[in-house]
Every structure is written in C-alpha cells, then in structure tokens.
C-alpha cells in the first residue's frame, strides 16, 4: 500500500514536472529579450521609413506647385513686357514727310521718316491716315514741294495766290526770258500728245512735269527708276520715256531729254532687258 501511494506521487509529480515552463538561463534571457528589442525596433524604423517617405512626397509635391507659381509668374512678367514693348511700338513720332505717290491725280501713300530712326527705316503709310494724324504736317509739305497738290491733301483749293505778292510787268518779262529748253520740250509733248499716253500709265500717276523736275533738279541722284519707254503713237520721231522720282513723283520726258540729263539710267534700263539669243 505504501508503494503504490508513493508510485502515484511519483507520477503526479512526474506530470506537474511537465506542466512548468522551462528554467531559462541567463543567456537564453538575454537573446529572448533582444531578440523582442529587435522586432519592436524593426516596427519603429518601418513606421519612420514610412512618415520619412510620406514627407518627401509632401515636400515633392511642395517644390511642384512652387514651380508652376513660379511659371504663372513669368508668363505674367512676359505678358507684362509685351505690352510695355506694345506701347512703345505706338509711341512713333513722325519727324517729316520726304515723298510721296500719287494715283488717278490723288496722293494714295507718303514716304515718312520717324523721328529717331534713319533714313533707311523710312516707310510708307496710308495717305488717308497721314492727312487724318497731322494735316498740318501735310499741308506744310506741299506748300514746300511748290507743285500743284492733289485733290484730296489738306489745303486744297486754298487761294495760294494771297499768300504770295504780284509779279510786276518787269518780273514777269524776266520769268519768261529765262524759259528753259526744258520746257520747251514739256510742251512738244503737253496738249494732243498727251491723249495718247496709255491710259494705264496716266491711271498710274505719270504726267507732264510742270514744275518738277527743274533746273536745280540732280537727275543722276533724285532719279529713280525708268519706269517705261514707248514710241509716240501721234509723232513716230518721239520716244516718250515714263520716269520715277525718289519724292515719289512720276513723269513724261523725251527720251532725248533724259538720255542728256542721265544717259546711265536709260542704259540700266536696257541691259536690265536684254535677252540673248
């Protein structure tokens, strides 16, 4: 009886035995609590990596909307600078007018100079814009040019004869005494002669010169161009020759005339037309 009590003691204690957790060591203690230090330290840097890249991202997204304000910024810096540019392009002065063209007996453009700008950069604008912006300008023009102005400049009509005194019978013997062959040959060619111009030439503002070219006139520089040269359908001995000025005015001459006056532009005019066979 006694034995079997103390085998089943034995047993139970056996049993007990098996149910206590293991007695660890000190280094096993160690490695456990290391080991639970790593993982928690793992944790903590995956959840840093994840905050540090969620800041990049803000960051990235930061320096993106920096740069297109900073882009609207230059197109309106841009935009700003084009219209300064604009309003100074209005800002042009006209300084002068130094020629001009004319169609069918009116001025249709003026040759104009801009003040601070050269001779080169002159151009040609719209007589209708130029009469509307500075009349004055015009009239003073043409009062200049001493020609018969045409019929749509300002100051036309006005009586020029008030603004000047009355030759005396002794001036006037003078003026006609000093009739140069020039205008001997204006008037060969004046009257009949002129009905057989082509008409296309008259509608292209070509006429009788009256008072320009003259005597001061310096053909080989004011010259511009032979425009056409054709054989008199009323006198087959006349070559009537089309001329065009720097001033934009465009003449009838004699052939003879000009080939006196500037023989090299007639011979321009000829080579420029050659054709060899």
């Not at 007990?16 to 490695?31: F, G, Q, T």
């Not at 310096?218 to 054989?231: N, Y």
Request: hydrophobic residues 25%; negative net charge.
């Amino acid at each position: 009886m006694s034995q079997e009590k103390n085998q089943v003691l034995s047993d139970d204690d056996v049993n007990m035995a098996h149910h206590e957790e293991p007695i660890l060591d000190e280094n096993e203690k160690s490695n456990k609590d290391t080991s639970n230090e790593g993982s928690s330290s793992g944790r903590e840097n995956s959840a840093g990596e994840e905050v540090k890249e969620n800041s990049e991202k803000d960051q990235a997204s930061l320096e993106e909307e920096e740069g297109e304000e900073e882009e609207e910024e230059e197109e309106e810096e841009k935009g700003s600078d084009y219209e300064d540019k604009s309003d100074k392009e209005e800002e042009y002065e006209i300084e002068k007018i130094v020629g001009h063209r004319t169609f069918k007996g009116k001025v249709v453009e003026y040759e104009i100079k801009w003040k601070g700008y050269s001779e080169e950069e002159n151009t040609m604008e719209k007589a209708n814009a130029i009469h509307s912006d500075v009349p004055d300008l015009c009239e003073k023009y043409w009062d200049n040019l001493n020609v018969k102005r045409p019929s749509n400049t300002p100051g036309y009509g006005k009586d020029e004869a008030l603004d000047r005194p009355k030759k005396t019978t002794k001036e006037r013997s003078t003026v006609l005494g000093k009739r140069s062959r020039e205008e001997e040959q204006v008037e060969r060619i004046e009257g009949s002669r002129l009905e057989h111009v082509p008409r296309c030439m008259i509608d292209k503002g070509f006429v009788i010169p009256k008072t320009y070219p003259n005597e001061k006139t310096k053909w080989d520089s004011e010259l511009k161009q032979i425009s056409a040269v054709q054989l008199s359908p009323v006198d087959k001995s006349i070559m009537l020759t089309y001329v065009e000025w720097n001033n934009g005015q465009r003449t009838i001459h004699e052939m003879s005339e000009v080939h006196k006056k500037c023989p090299e532009a007639l011979i321009d005019y000829y080579e420029a037309r050659l054709r060899f066979v």
